[in-house]
């Protein structure tokens, strides 16, 4: 007797234990759920250079099914020159927009109108629910999209129990005769064919327990079902078990519950599943590996047809619906995209970016909702042009395929967003981000802030100084000789107009241009542009011996594109928490980094790097009417490859080379710069109108003696100056009869 009294005291202190770990985990916060991070809404407006095969692409990405008459959220219809689609509901930072029905026509090159049934006017604009791009998850992690129980489509909850436990609604927990049943199924068959738990004990072991298989640990699993039921209601165990159930694998990642498996499955809510695909989650249930659809489909359509047989027995479904569900293939997403992260360079920049804000484990487990830049139209054509270009290089070039890398930033001019970011030619690819993270010799991309630096003395140097192309030779501190040479390393040019020596790149007039101006004051203005602190002000910085990400290099030519104003690039636009409250909202952040009249001159130069500089190949994909300012870069032995450049709305920097560091034999203008035009024609591209600052003067004068053009000068060029020191006497060209020849004419139609 004292020996059953000690052991009913000890398996009710058991039980009481149980009960205070079910009530404490299960009443709190049940799951530790990672931020799930969208793309910037795709926003649609009268004027809007886009087209309707453009926004059918768009709305695929999105998932979006395009369907003969669009009548439910997440389908659209093509007719002739008007797409018609149904939104979804969606909640963003500043509050939810409910679903709409949308006719969007198009003339005249872009949106005319879009039109609402109901509404008296076109709609001035509207946003599209964001993709999906990502979460932010610890590296072996569980990830869900919690759905409440309301969200859940009757057929899948109603499925689930059929399937899975169809007293679920009269037993406690435990199911004797469903123990029995499966008891009598297991002899039968002579192996384990069939298991006797529900729905309450699948849930416990899930969230409480492991997987061993063992007698202990199903008493324990019983007991905690039960206790489960005497605590919570039937629609609460259904809710967590909806979200909590295994069912994919996806790398690292953990699928679970249906809310995030639609996505993973399917790329759409659950709201939108029909029969075939509802069956087919219900049926990975029972074994999400053994009947993976993407790795077994035959095995995943044989169980899905078994459950879509269940569902029209018990009239879940109707006769139609399952003879058409059964004809209907897997329609399972290829998977490329669809999973924990589309686009890990990116979200990479996200996850750090956040952390000033917020802690690690609070990204991990507090389903904050994020909101980034990130535009995934843009986001492909970076993708494709680098995956191409690098192809077609190596092709062209006889190289090993794969033998090159690189690595892309493109950002917005007025604000520093950041619409698309590879971190290598595989843009799925989530190892080493060499946006971020490879810093190599940036080149001659440094020379714009040597110029910028001498424009800045405007009593000492204008865009028509005459700098010397001569060979040059310096002492270092050390002991060591630095002597500079130019691209074709024996050529020298004598003397050069300033704008020139950096429209070609010339290497001796920039290195000379950099002592006068001194290494302590290009570093400096380097600083300025967007560095966080200085480069090392050697002589050889003026010709690029520093080595940057380019990230990096993106935000001094950030400063360049938008007038000298800094806006620190982002990532991010706005943070909620898991419920859509507001937590952070990263507004525009601006500060006047380089003096814009320096700027404007410096830009104007670059403008000539495109036009009959080292950049004129942008012209061979682009329209030659955009203007276009950038400047090429390679380093020493044809290991980097740069090229940087901007119109008047984006801004970008492509980086080719090796991870190796062996050398490519590639230029900036023949490795990165294909790249850039390829990606800069596949998102567009406006044409570089800068504002001309009041302290800038644009004055006629004549080329060769950089005077005011007088009467019969025949080479004449448009300059801007700083105005206080705009040349005020006339060049005595009045008898010049030399048309300046063919050079001369090329330089006026350019001008």
């Known amino acids: 007797m004292l020996l059953l009294a000690l052991g009913i005291a000890a398996g009710s202190l058991y039980v009481l234990h149980l009960d205070r770990e079910i009530r404490e985990r299960f009443a709190g916060v049940r799951w530790a759920v990672p931020s799930k991070v969208f793309a910037a809404p795709m926003e649609l407006y009268p004027g809007l250079d886009i087209g309707p095969d453009a926004l059918a692409d768009e709305l695929d990405r999105l998932g979006y099914r395009k369907v003969g008459e669009a009548r439910n959220p997440g389908t659209y219809a093509r007719s002739g020159s008007s797409v018609q689609l149904v939104s979804r509901p969606f909640r963003y930072w500043d509050g939810e927009v409910p679903s709409r029905r949308l006719f969007i026509r198009f003339g005249g090159g872009g949106i005319r109108e879009i039109v609402e049934p109901g509404v008296n006017s076109s709609h001035a604009l509207v946003r599209i629910d964001p993709l999906a791009i990502g979460s932010i998850h610890a590296a072996r992690a569980e990830d869900r999209l919690l759905l409440k129980r309301d969200e859940v489509p009757d057929l899948l909850a109603r499925g689930v129990i059929l399937v ?285 802030f040597v110029y910028h630096t001498a424009l800045s003395a405007p009593e000492r140097f204008n865009l028509l100084s005459m700098l010397e192309d001569e060979p040059l030779r310096i002492e270092m501190p050390n002991g060591s000789i630095w002597e500079p040479r130019n691209y074709d390393a024996d050529a020298v040019h004598g003397d050069v107009r300033l704008y020139e020596a950096l429209a070609k790149s010339y290497n001796l007039a920039t290195a000379r241009l950099g002592l006068a101006v001194t290494p302590e004051a290009v570093a400096d203005t380097m600083r300025r542009a967007g560095l966080e602190e200085a480069p090392a002000a050697l002589p050889s910085l003026a010709l690029g011996a520093v080595d940057l990400s380019p990230l990096q290099v993106a935000q001094m030519y950030a400063t360049l594109a938008s007038g000298g104003y800094r806006y620190p690039l982002t990532a991010i636009r706005e943070v909620t928490d898991a419920e859509g409250a507001p937590l952070t909202r990263y507004g525009l952040r601006v500060e006047r980094g380089l003096d814009e009249g320096p700027t404007f001159l410096t830009n104007w130069a670059l403008e000539r790097v495109t036009l009959f500089g080292t950049g004129q190949g942008v012209y061979r994909r682009l329209d030659p009417g955009t203007r276009i300012a950038g400047k090429t870069g390679t380093t020493d032995g044809f290991r980097d490859a740069w090229f940087a450049g901007f119109g008047s709305d984006r801004v970008g920097v492509i980086w080719v080379g090796r991870d190796d560091n062996k050398p490519t034999g590639l230029t900036g203008a023949s490795g990165a710069l294909p790249l850039w035009s390829a990606t800069m024609e596949r998102i567009g591209l406006r044409s570089y109108e800068p504002y001309v600052p009041e302290s800038v003067a644009e004055v006629q004068v004549d080329r060769e003696s950089g005077m005011l053009a007088g009467e019969g000068c025949t080479q004449v060029i448009v300059v801007p100056y700083i105005a206080e020191f705009a040349p005020g006497d006339k060049a005595p060209c009045a008898d010049e009869g030399d048309a300046g020849g063919i050079r001369g004419w090329f330089e006026r139609l350019w001008q």
């Not at 074994?287 to 879509?308: F, I, K, M, T, W």
């Not at 507090?366 to 191409?388: D, N």
């Open 164 to 448: 899975e436990d169809r007293h679920f609604y009269k037993h406690h927990g435990v199911s004797i005769r469903g123990i029995g049943r499966a008891l009598v199924a297991n002899i039968r068959a002579g192996r384990v064919v069939q298991g006797g738990s529900t729905i309450t004990q699948q849930l416990v072991r899930n969230f409480f327990l492991t997987l061993d298989q063992n007698l202990q640990r199903k008493i324990k699993e019983a007991v905690m079902a039960l206790l489960l039921e005497l605590h919570y209601d039937k629609e609460a165990i259904l809710e967590a078990y909806i979200n909590e159930i295994f069912l994919g694998q996806d790398g690292s990642r953990a699928v679970h519950g249906f809310g995030l498996a639609s996505v993973f499955y399917f790329n759409k809510p659950v709201a939108e599943l029909n029969a075939a695909e509802t069956a087919l989650l219900v049926s990975l249930a029972k074994g999400a590996s053994y009947y993976n659809p993407r790795r077994h489909p035959e095995r995943a359509r044989e169980r899905r047809d078994l459950v879509l047989g269940i569902f029209a027995d018990n009239g879940l479904i109707d006769e139609a619906t399952h003879e058409a569900a059964v004809a209907s293939p897997l329609g399972v997403a290829s998977g490329d995209g669809v999973g924990a992260v589309r686009y890990p360079a990116f979200i990479e920049l996200v996850r750090r970016q956040l952390q000033a804000d917020y802690r690690e484990e609070d990204l991990q487990s507090e389903g904050l909702r994020v909101f980034t830049t990130l535009v995934p139209r843009a986001q492909a054509g970076l993708e494709r042009s680098i995956g191409g270009g690098l192809d077609e290089i190596e092709r062209g070039r006889g190289m090993e395929a794969d033998t090159l890398e690189a690595a892309g930033i493109v950002a917005r001019t007025e604000s520093g967003e950041i619409i698309a970011l590879a971190g290598g030619r595989d843009g799925r690819y989530r190892g080493f981000n060499r946006a971020l993270d490879a810093r190599r010799p940036i080149g001659s991309l440094a020379k714009p």
